[in-house]
């Protein structure tokens, strides 16, 4: 019986070591013909060109142009045609107070060089709204001789018949963004919304 039982063993183990051994030589067998279907320099071609676009990505040429495209405009002014605008609309305020509002904030009335881009902003900004706002032009130095801030003369943009100084009181000019043409002269004391422009 014990004879019996020990040779049982013996065949159970010897068993036991043969599936172990065709095991691993399967795995041997597998092991070698994915290497051979996939060369190691294949496998790191096929499998991983996202790495070589992420490198293209970080290289220094297109940090440089990156940055060259972020606006350059300081919060809470917002880039319209390479300049830097802001539209007040949270208080009313005559001509001057309006000016002094932009200029504490490092720039002063707005000159757009690209008025119907400016335009097209506020629309955007605050649709067809009742805002008029105030821009840095005026005659105050010479009566009729509309000119802006920076002494350019304002010479285009007049709504028809403006400027017309209508009751002799008329100095400052303001945007009129739901017409087109849009600029009308107005009285500077007239509480009125603003733009302004910042400057470097
Ligand atoms: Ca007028």
Known sequence: MLA??????????????????NTRASANIFRETFFESFPEDDYERSDFPEVKVQEDQNSPERNLRTS?????????????MFECFYIHVHHHLTWWQARDFCRDMGGDLAEPSHPSALIAVVMQKHGTGPYHFWLGASDLKQQGNFTWL???????GWRPGQPDNEGGV???????????????????????????????
């Not at 019996?4 to 051994?21: A, D, K, M, S």
């Not at 920076?150 to 285009?156: A, E, I, K, L």
């Not at 009129?176 to 470097?200: G, M, R, T, V």
């Open 170 to 200: 008329e100095d400052c000019l303001e945007l009129w963004p739901s017409k087109y043409p849009s600029y009308c002269d107005k009285n500077c004391y007239s509480p009125c919304a603003f733009i302004c422009q910042y400057l470097e």
């Open 150 to 156: 920076s002494g350019n003369p304002v010479d285009s």
């Open 4 to 21: 019996r039982q020990l040779w049982l063993n013996i065949g159970f183990t010897l068993l036991i070591v043969q599936v172990v051994y």
């Open 68 to 80: 060259n495209e972020e606006p350059t405009c300081p919060p809470p002014f917002f880039q319209v």
